[in-house]
């Protein structure tokens, strides 16, 4: 993706949002079964993208029945989930037959499986586990980082911190670390939380009886002045020094927390710092003049209408000129 921008003009627009969807989407491919949708596995990159769209716009599906109606976003759904499909089934067959030859979580799965003496799963059991990891998280972290650099473009004194340390520090420090915790406060991932109740209880002056069913807002939580000082402004600062000491878990959740906290929790922060620290050094975003912002809240909270922002290039730098060195050689 870097790569990519680079070779844009200065002054580009670019919906952010878009553009961190299709990195995220990405990253997961590479991470999760070892396939490069920006190159050898290119080809395949439109049905991925047209199957989770799919899978989207079917969880939203106000009558079930309307999924079964062949129309044409119907037809076109099936049409991508079978080409995904087919080549998760070719990738999961190289990984039994040469198990080595991958560094990826499904060969550290299939591994661990096998050294613990697990009943070997079927083939389709293998490929819809790694659909629902490829699923589970994707827009939630890619909202995340939309969420990042719509803060850091309004916040330049940050954006220029975070620049400092990436330049400094590969991969970011301690500040780095504490802009993607601040974006998370404000923006969660979990931005809404159920939880059913056990067994009669109390909270507070509240009587909950067994069997209901109990809302709690992280987002609502991070903003909330008994908590929080100036909740609402981005301050990176608080989660630094005593006053990091001072935040603890029962009022910072964007997870979650307890035994159900999010699977997904520390791959979402490295994947944010790794961004902020990679971008940082190269960019510098600006709001498109009149574009309003506005959250939409499904089941995490994205930017309504996309995310249009001004692309800027920082120019030359020690990072940067590590980057080009090492495409170079890679070339």
């Known amino acids: 993706m870097v790569e990519r921008w680079e070779q844009l003009a200065d002054g580009t627009v670019i919906d952010v949002d878009e553009e ?29 993208c047209g199957m989770l769209a799919g899978f989207s716009r079917r969880m939203a599906a106000p009558l079930k029945i309307l999924l079964r109606v062949p129309s044409a976003s119907n037809r076109e759904f099936h049409r991508c989930l079978g080409a995904v499909e087919d080549r998760l089934s070719t990738v999961i067959a190289d990984h ?49 980082l939309a969420w990042t650099v719509h803060l850091l473009a309004g916040h330049p004194a940050v954006a220029e911190r975070a620049y400092t340390e990436a330049e400094e520090m590969a991969g970011g420090g301690a500040y780095i670390a504490a802009v993607q915790k601040e974006v998370l406060r404000l923006y969660p991932t979990a931005w809404l939380i159920a939880r059913y109740c056990l067994e009669d209880d ?84 600006e709001p498109v003049l009149r574009h309003h912002v506005r959250i939409k809240a499904a089941s995490s909270l994205s930017p309504r209408g996309g995310l249009p922002m001004v692309l800027r290039q920082r120019g030359s730098g020690p990072v940067r000129q590590e980057l080009q060195s090492s495409t170079r050689a890679r070339q």
Not at 33 to 45: G, I, N, Q
Not at 121 to 130: C, L, V, W
Request: aromatic share 10%.
């Open 202 to 285: 109390h909270l507070g002056q509240f009587h909950v009886p067994q069997g209901s069913t109990i809302f709690i807002s992280p987002y609502a939580m991070h903003r909330n002045p008994v908590f929080w000082t100036e909740p609402e402004s981005f301050d990176p600062d608080r989660f630094l020094g005593e006053r990091g000491k001072q935040i603890t878990p029962d009022m910072y959740l964007p997870f979650g927390v307890g035994p159900r906290t999010c699977i997904g929790n520390s791959l979402t922060e490295l994947i944010m710092r790794i961004t902020i620290a990679m971008l940082s050094p190269r960019f510098r975003f």
């Open 96 to 144: 039994q037959s040469c198990p080595h030859r991958f560094s990826d979580l499904l060969s550290a799965w299939l591994e661990t499986s096998a050294s613990k003496g697990a009943c070997p799963a079927s083939a389709k059991s293998i490929r819809d586990q790694m659909m629902l990891l490829l699923l589970a998280g994707r827009k939630n972290v890619s909202n995340a």
């Open 20 to 48: 961190m969807t299709r990195l995220v989407t990405n990253v997961f491919a590479s991470l999760f079964v070892s396939l490069d949708l920006d190159r050898e596995d290119r080809a395949l990159a439109p049905h991925w």
